[in-house]
């Protein structure tokens, strides 16, 4: 199993490196990543290649035994670049030219940077594919990352226009599907089309999905042309991976994994000026997408948070016992490598407040020995463990496009799709049920469970397929503002939930955004959760149950006795509708039901104790994380003995963690 360390010897002197390899040595580390951020040192000028300072400190490496991934440099093209060939710079979404002076100032569509990556992919590749340390390479760095997704140029409108033209072959067919005749908006030249720059009002939202669309097969083209790039000259047995981000950025991931051989992650679970890390559940939730990502491979965390981060403003200080943690969970889900961000904080530049697994003055202290000793944990166990499967029974349906689509359009000033796509997968986090995250092109027949969240923007023939899969037992889960749009962000003329009312068995005639400060109150009136009252917030669909039966009523004034959770049998399955945005302990018990019913197992734990199971051939894995930072948790462990590979000490039944204690127990199968 590969443990490494995010390296940066271009901010060092060569007299240091030494010295930092034989510490990397005595930690146990075993891979860097480097030179992402190395272009104006390989390329000084235009055309004059120097890999020198790289050929140097990777020699030294490989004589360390190490081995290195390379990442290609071009999220920081150099100021000589920028000088020469202005129009590679982005433009914001108010028209203003991305100035030099940070990262990522380049826009994938400017045809003269396409060719300026090429070149010095190219020339990477040349120089270092028989490098004995060299095991693989990142192309550029977290594609879109910090806004830098969309740009809204010339370039960019030149590449929109005939991204258009390519899908709909005519204007005609272009203002039909956006239904342009709405405020005179109908072109008659491909030339009229705008990138969404501001308006008064707001764009059209069929056109701004598309902008969507757009900019995320760009990032796909511009990938393909470095994987490409490189393809040409590096041998098979070297990787190309990417280190993506998951937050709503206008890239589809999975389809530019398919280029990839596996992706990797970059994983802060607190950032600079936050108070405290995100909810285990949110980083959790990420890990899964990355897992789901690019199915039947692992993934690699690129970059795993080691110390406070931030630039002008610094986070949390993660507490003894984070990094482990955070290490163990990342692996829990489905990483196979880490390599920590980063081997030493910087002392110059933006990121000089990004600490790593050492400070500025170099001194190993307290979060060396802690990396230390997760190494040592992982030397006997983790290539079985990274190799054991993690088995789901439930799906839970994530489309950046349907993101996309909320992000246009939220509707409520208290919506945010991440959160909200949180709230129903939580429940799930909280009894320790394993989730796939899974597209509508996924095989759902292998699932118990299906959980379709937030289903705004529909997809053609997944109804279809969830029909089918629900009539042979499945069940599956709608929340609220489902069936709304089709596939072109036009508004369904069926009455609501669509084409989706005769499996909800119940119709939408009434719906209401709750805004700031305001929220609606429930009460479950059948199943487990009856007489359980909870509130709701973001949204409220007024439900109308034809076959279904009412689980949960509004307890508000006017729509007092309106249903607000409906469950439907349709076959031998059944569907359940949540028509708000209801408080996550009244979810926890509503869940609870809806797992036992679809034959789904559990694990339950304290709050705050995560649980994943993983299986082997001939051994299970159960790693235990306890994200409370004050509590202890007693754990009822799942039948059988446990043991914990590192001290050899035996566990049954049950066991006490403590707070921020992490532990990977092994079960050996009878054969």
């Known amino acids: 199993m590969y443990i490494g360390v995010d390296y940066y010897p271009e901010q060092w002197p060569r007299t240091q490196w030494d010295k930092d390899i034989q510490l990397m040595k005595t930690l146990g580390i075993n891979v860097v990543r480097m030179a992402e951020f190395g272009w104006s040192l390989m390329e000084t000028e235009e055309g004059c290649y120097d890999f020198s300072l790289f050929d140097d400190v990777m020699d030294r490496f490989d004589r360390?035994?190490?081995?290195?991934?390379?990442?290609?440099?071009?999220?920081?093209?150099?100021?000589?670049?920028?000088?020469?060939?202005?129009?590679?710079?982005?433009?914001?979404?108010?028209?203003?030219?991305?100035?030099?002076?940070?990262?990522?100032?380049?826009?994938?569509?400017?045809?003269?940077?396409?060719?300026?990556?090429?070149?010095?992919?190219?020339?990477?590749?040349?120089?270092?594919?028989?490098?004995?340390?060299?095991?693989?390479?990142?192309?550029?760095?977290?594609?879109?990352?910090?806004?830098?997704?969309?740009?809204?140029?010339?370039?960019?409108?030149?590449?929109?226009?005939?991204?258009?033209?390519?899908?709909?072959?005519?204007?005609?067919?272009?203002?039909?599907?956006?239904?342009?005749?709405?405020?005179?908006?109908?072109?008659?030249?491909?030339?009229?089309?705008?990138?969404?720059?501001?308006?008064?009002?707001?764009?059209n939202p069929s056109l701004l999905l598309d902008f969507d669309r757009f900019c995320a097969d760009a990032y796909d083209i511009y990938n393909q042309l470095q994987v490409d790039a490189l393809r040409t000259w590096i041998p098979d047995s070297q990787f190309i991976t990417h280190n993506f981000v998951y937050s709503g950025l206008a890239l589809d991931q999975k389809k530019m994994a398919e280029n990839l051989d596996f992706i990797s992650f970059d994983n802060y679970p607190v950032w600079g000026g936050l108070a405290e890390p995100i909810p285990p559940a949110a980083t959790a939730r990420q890990l899964d997408l990355c897992r789901g990502t690019k199915q039947e491979t692992g993934y690699w965390v690129m970059e795993e948070l080691s110390g406070a981060q931030g630039w002008s403003q610094i986070g949390y200080l993660p507490r003894p016992g984070h990094l482990k943690?955070?290490?163990?969970?990342?692996?829990?889900?489905?990483?196979?490598?880490?390599?920590?961000?980063?081997?030493?904080?910087?002392?110059?530049?933006?990121?000089?407040?990004?600490?790593?697994?050492?400070?500025?003055?170099?001194?190993?202290?307290?979060?060396?020995?802690?990396?230390?000793?997760?190494?040592?944990?992982?030397?006997?166990?983790?290539?079985?463990?990274?190799?054991?499967?993690?088995?789901?029974?439930?799906?839970f349906y994530h489309d950046p496009e349907n993101e996309w689509a909320w992000k246009i359009q939220p509707q409520s000033d208290q919506f945010d799709y991440a959160q909200e796509a949180l709230r129903f997968y939580e429940p799930a986090f909280a009894w320790n049920v394993p989730v796939d995250m899974i597209r509508e092109d996924a095989d759902i027949s292998r699932y118990r469970l299906i959980i379709v969240p937030l289903y705004f923007l529909t997809k053609p023939g997944f109804q279809e397929k969830l029909e089918y899969y629900v009539r042979s037992g499945g069940t599956v889960v709608f929340t609220y503002r489902t069936g709304v749009k089709d596939a072109d962000n036009i508004v369904t003329e069926k009455t609501l939930p669509?084409?989706?009312?005769?499996?909800?068995?119940?119709?939408?005639?009434?719906?209401?955004?709750?805004?700031?400060?305001?929220?609606?109150?429930?009460?479950?009136?059948?199943?487990a959760v009856a007489g359980e009252k909870a509130e709701a917030h973001v949204w409220c669909d007024y439900l109308v149950p034809d076959t279904a039966e009412t689980l949960a009523v509004?307890?508000?004034?006017?729509?007092?006795?309106?249903?607000?959770?409906?469950?439907?049998?349709?076959?031998?399955?059944?569907?359940?509708?949540?028509?708000?945005?209801?408080?996550?302990?009244?979810?926890?018990?509503?869940?609870?039901?809806?797992?036992?019913?679809?034959?789904?197992?559990?694990?339950?734990?304290?709050?705050?104790?995560?649980m994943v199971r993983r299986e082997g051939k001939s051994e299970n894995f159960i790693s235990i994380m306890n994200h409370d930072t004050e509590k202890a948790g007693e754990i009822t462990l799942p039948p059988g003995t446990w043991t914990e590979p590192a001290t050899g000490e035996y566990f049954q039944e049950r066991m006490v963690l403590p707070a921020l204690g992490s532990m990977l127990l092994v079960q050996h199968c009878e054969n």
Not at 329 to 351: C, D, H, K, L
Not at 360 to 365: A, C, S
Not at 558 to 584: F, L, Q
């Open 64 to 203: 360390a035994g190490m081995a290195v991934v390379l990442g290609t440099p071009t999220a920081t093209p150099p100021p000589w670049m920028v000088e020469a060939y202005p129009e590679i710079q982005p433009v914001d979404k108010n028209g203003r030219t991305v100035s030099i002076g940070a990262r990522r100032h380049y826009t994938v569509n400017s045809r003269t940077y396409q060719g300026k990556t090429r070149q010095i992919v190219e020339a990477m590749g040349r120089h270092f594919r028989h490098h004995p340390a060299l095991i693989g390479w990142q192309v550029d760095n977290e594609y879109g990352h910090e806004a830098s997704d969309r740009s809204y140029g010339e370039e960019d409108a030149r590449a929109f226009r005939q991204w258009l033209e390519r899908k709909y072959g005519t204007l005609e067919n272009v203002n039909k599907r956006w239904g342009t005749v709405f405020w005179s908006q109908v072109y008659t030249s491909w030339e009229q089309i705008p990138v969404p720059l501001p308006v008064y009002q707001e764009h």
């Open 325 to 395: 943690l955070w290490t163990y969970q990342a692996i829990s889900r489905g990483a196979e490598a880490i390599v920590y961000f980063r081997w030493r904080a910087a002392r110059f530049g933006t990121e000089q407040f990004c600490h790593g697994i050492l400070d500025h003055d170099g001194v190993p202290r307290r979060k060396f020995d802690e990396t230390k000793e997760v190494i040592q944990s992982l030397e006997t166990v983790g290539d079985r463990w990274i190799t054991a499967e993690v088995t789901a029974d439930i799906g």
């Open 498 to 527: 669509g084409s989706l009312a005769a499996l909800v068995g119940a119709e939408i005639h009434e719906y209401e955004s709750i805004r700031e400060n305001n929220y609606a109150v429930i009460e479950g009136v059948k199943g």
């Open 554 to 610: 509004y307890r508000d004034g006017w729509v007092d006795e309106r249903a607000a959770i409906t469950k439907n049998s349709v076959g031998e399955g059944k569907v359940y509708y949540i028509g708000c945005g209801v408080n996550t302990d009244f979810l926890y018990t509503l869940y609870r039901d809806m797992f036992e019913d679809a034959g789904v197992s559990i694990m339950e734990t304290p709050k705050n104790v995560e």
